[in-house]
């Protein structure tokens, strides 16, 4: 790992200013935003907005590279080396996004070179692997008029995709919109987090050399409510691709209304984990620790509802503790730190405004709690026991590391309360009973649930959900569906088809 005074060096070589058509632009964005490392609070980069001109710059230029350009005429075939390429520049720089991540949203470089990076490469080499591989179908259709009829259908690009991506893994979830839109053959204009544009600014830099036509991909750097709202609407957008929160989701979905557009809403999480009283506790409680605590706590699908047999309360809550005295708050670019900050000051007060809550509800403070009195903007590892579901710190999302435990006594309770939310995003089973994990696993109303392993992540498995946490799946398969439109073709023939 490279020391923090390296890692600030390596952000002045990275672009500032929106990207599209090909080019950078610096001259029309007449406003700027500064982006703030959140463990020194101090400026690490002044970032040129996208202003109403670049966003139709972007839009336009995009709409005729599929309309009328080479990205139109750009086979699945090639769009696959192109993934392939893109993939690779990104692995030969693993470290400098992984440090750029680190510096930009505060966490610990082993997070970004063990998760968001290969994460983010997988998902390149994975859809890259799709893209010569979007098939129709041959279905058997009825006589037209006693004539034979011979019926297909065929994937096409949905068209210009948005793409809005949050704070808290960047790079990760680009790749999750990016690649599958790429691959399906769509353009895609990305909208990164004001707040950690940087790896989205040094990708930009590496499409042209992956080979990518101009007005494949652009990125707009910018506040979501000024740029943001102007990409999502702006009519020459054929779909939305957001992950954020509940209400930013919402007004993405009122803008995609407009046309009927489609969207892919990626929200937040209240995610249960359920330990039961035959379960590995202390792999258990490993996990459950790396479920609440990775990230800071700033993961959709943080398993923020720890859900515990009664049976075994007392033993599992002591081991979480445990796991919440080891964790080493500190800057990501200290040896041994296992926890970085938040990422800005505005979350430290919604996460400490959550704590307080808690404690004015009547649960029990078991750790944390507090903000260290030092520069940055850092949380604690918090863990409240004797709460209740419908306290407020199990019902909304926190979006940090405040974990809230709470005891059931029999299966059908823990089913019960672990669908028990506005939120349908991940669940976690921990049990050595096989046969209750996949009948609970059935039960959960969630996008996807783990056993014996907090949320593994692949991107070949759809992600996900539904409620609150919203709506349509990225990756898989899926990833390619939600970028395509299906249209069936019939011909009515004039000789019978051979049987
Ligand atoms: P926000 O909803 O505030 O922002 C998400 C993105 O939307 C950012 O790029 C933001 O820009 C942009 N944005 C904000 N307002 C608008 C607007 N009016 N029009 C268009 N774009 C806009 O969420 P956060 O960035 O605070 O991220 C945290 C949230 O994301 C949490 O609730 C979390 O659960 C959720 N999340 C969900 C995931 C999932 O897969 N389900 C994964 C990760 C996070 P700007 O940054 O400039 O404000």
Not at 1 to 27: H, N
Not at 265 to 273: A, F, I, T
Not at 274 to 285: F, K, Q
Request: proline share 6%; net charge negative; with cysteine.
């Amino acid at each position: 790992m490279v020391a923090r005074s390296e890692a600030e060096q390596l952000v002045r070589t990275v672009p500032t200013e929106p990207y599209y058509a090909g080019g950078w632009d610096s001259s029309r964005g007449a406003d700027t935003f500064d982006v703030i490392d959140p463990v020194t609070e101090r400026r690490l980069a002044t970032v040129v907005a996208a202003g109403a001109a670049d966003v139709d710059g972007a839009v336009s230029f995009a709409r005729s590279a599929l309309d009328d350009g080479a990205w139109g005429r750009t086979d699945g075939t090639a769009r696959g080396y192109m993934l392939n390429r893109l993939a690779d520049l990104i692995e030969e720089r693993t470290e400098v996004f992984a440090t750029l991540e680190s510096l930009d949203i505060g966490k610990p470089g082993f997070e970004s070179r063990a998760i968001d990076l290969p994460q983010t490469v997988h998902a390149f080499r994975y859809f890259a692997g799709w893209a010569d591989k979007v098939e129709g179908r041959s279905i058997p259709t009825s006589a037209y008029m006693g004539r034979p009829t011979h019926s297909y259908t065929v994937r096409e690009p949905v068209g210009v995709v948005a793409a809005i991506t949050p704070w808290n893994s960047p790079t990760m979830i680009g790749a999750w919109k990016i690649a599958p839109a790429l691959a399906a053959g769509c353009a895609v204009v990305l909208k990164p987090p004001e707040d950690a544009p940087l790896t989205s600014l040094l990708l930009a830099s590496l499409i042209e050399e992956a080979g990518f036509p101009a007005g494949a991909f652009s990125v707009l750097p910018g506040r979501g409510a000024v740029t943001g709202q102007l990409l999502i609407d702006h009519p020459g957008v054929d779909k939305i691709s957001f992950t954020g929160s509940p209400e930013t989701g919402y007004k993405v979905a009122l803008a995609a209304a407009k046309g009927f557009r489609r969207t892919t809403l990626e929200l937040g999480g209240k995610s249960p984990q359920i330990v039961y009283a035959d379960a590995d506790l202390d792999e258990a409680a490993r996990g459950v620790g790396i479920g609440i605590f990775a990230n800071q706590g700033e993961v959709c699908a943080a398993g923020s509802r720890i859900l515990v047999a009664r049976a075994v309360y007392d033993e599992f809550v002591e081991l979480l503790v445990d796991q919440a005295r080891n964790v080493k708050l500190g800057d990501p670019f200290d040896e041994g730190t296992t926890m970085g900050a938040l990422i800005n000051e505005r979350h430290v007060d919604r996460v400490s405004r959550y704590i307080a809550s808690g404690l004015d509800d009547g649960a029990r403070l078991l750790v944390g709690g507090h903000r260290p009195e030092r520069k940055g903007y850092f949380i604690e590892p918090t863990l409240f026991a004797e709460a209740s579901n419908s306290m407020t710190i199990a019902r909304q999302e926190i979006f940090g590391p405040v974990g809230t435990i709470i005891a059931f006594d029999s299966d059908e309770e823990a089913v019960a309360l672990a669908n028990d939310s506005d939120y349908a995003l991940a669940a976690t089973l921990w049990t050595c009973d096989v046969s209750r994990a996949h009948v609970v696993a059935r039960r959960m109303k969630a996008g996807a649930v783990a056993i014996n392993g907090w949320s593994p992540l692949d991107p070949r498995l759809p992600w996900g959900g539904f409620k609150l946490s919203g709506q349509g799946r990225e990756l898989g398969w899926s990833g390619i569906e939600a970028n395509t439109e299906e249209k069936a073709v019939t011909a009515v023939l004039s000789y019978p088809l051979p049987r």
